[in-house]
């Protein structure tokens, strides 16, 4: 069986508490005025979607390095939901990615929407592997 997520702390029937709450609407709220100013900075070129590659890859690197957080039991919850729920599930978007992906493919860019996608899962698998291992390499030199 993998190994979950997120600690057992966080099972999807309890509540949350008042702070991380807080903590995941702050995060959420930064994350996507955060996804706003790149996406505007790396607008969109005949190419690929460069603000939305950017916002989801970035997106990975910080999940990956919070859930290696989560595993080691060393997060303190409210931050890590503040910055995994709030800030990352706002910064990144899905739902983008693949609009992009359906109007290269209905603009017959059949080579561009491939690259796109693949880019985008390898990389974020890519990311998330890397981000993790930022945290175990930090982990053991703070020991």
Do not use: H
């Amino acid at each position: 069986m993998p190994a979950r997520l997120w600690p057992e702390a966080v099972a999807l029937s309890s509540p949350l508490s008042g702070r991380a709450a807080i903590a995941v609407g702050i995060g959420g709220l930064a994350g996507a005025g955060t996804r706003w100013a790149l996406v505007e900075a790396l607008p969109a070129t005949d190419v690929w979607p460069w603000g939305v590659l950017a916002v989801n890859l970035a997106g990975c690197l910080i999940l990956g390095y919070l859930a290696a957080a989560a595993w080691s039991a060393r997060a303190e919850l409210p931050f890590t939901l503040g910055l995994g729920t709030g800030f990352c599930g706002s910064l990144t978007t899905f739902s983008a990615l693949t609009v992009d992906v359906a109007q290269m493919a209905r603009d017959s860019d059949w080579g561009y929407a491939a690259g796109y996608l693949a880019v985008s899962i390898a990389g974020g698998v890519a990311l998330a592997i890397v981000g993790a291992a930022l945290r175990k390499t930090q982990t053991r030199q703070a020991q």
